[in-house]
């Protein structure tokens, strides 16, 4: 069965930012929320350092597409993200497992991102 949660991501700056889901700090100006308001970017890091994020999937409807990294067992792919990324494995660990967003400046999208249960 396949689950999941979307993040809002707002860069109101007028430079790109990276934000990496969910470790280290967000960089000024940007934020992350879950859609329902519910969890901020903190209290997501403290979730996945707890119980990893593991899914299948991120999709995100920002039509120009979203430069992302996916950092896992040491290694890093490099993805245009438009519309709908699949792999076997997407771990998000709060530590050496995340996704790296690059932000357009002055921008506001979403990324869902599927959990495996």
């Keep these: 069965m396949e689950n999941g949660f979307i ?3 707002t860069n109101n700056t007028s430079t790109e930012k990276e ?12 934020s992350v ?4 308001k519910a969890y901020d970017f903190d ?13 299948n999937s991120i999709t995100t409807g920002f ?7 996916i950092a ?23 530590f050496d497992e995340y996704v790296v967003v690059t932000c357009p400046a002055n921008s506001n999208f979403y990324i869902r991102l599927a959990t495996l249960s």
Aim: proline share 3%; net charge negative.
């Design 19 to 30: 934000v990496k889901l969910f470790t280290n700090s967000l960089p000024e100006g940007v």
């Design 7 to 9: 993040v809002d991501i």
């Design 72 to 94: 896992s067992k040491g290694k890093v792919e490099k993805i245009t993200l438009t519309g709908r990324y699949e792999s076997p494995e997407i771990s998000i660990n709060g």
């Design 33 to 36: 929320n879950t859609m329902d």
């Design 43 to 55: 209290d997501l890091q403290k979730i996945a350092q707890k119980n990893v994020f593991i899914g």
């Design 63 to 69: 039509a120009e597409g979203l430069q992302i990294e």
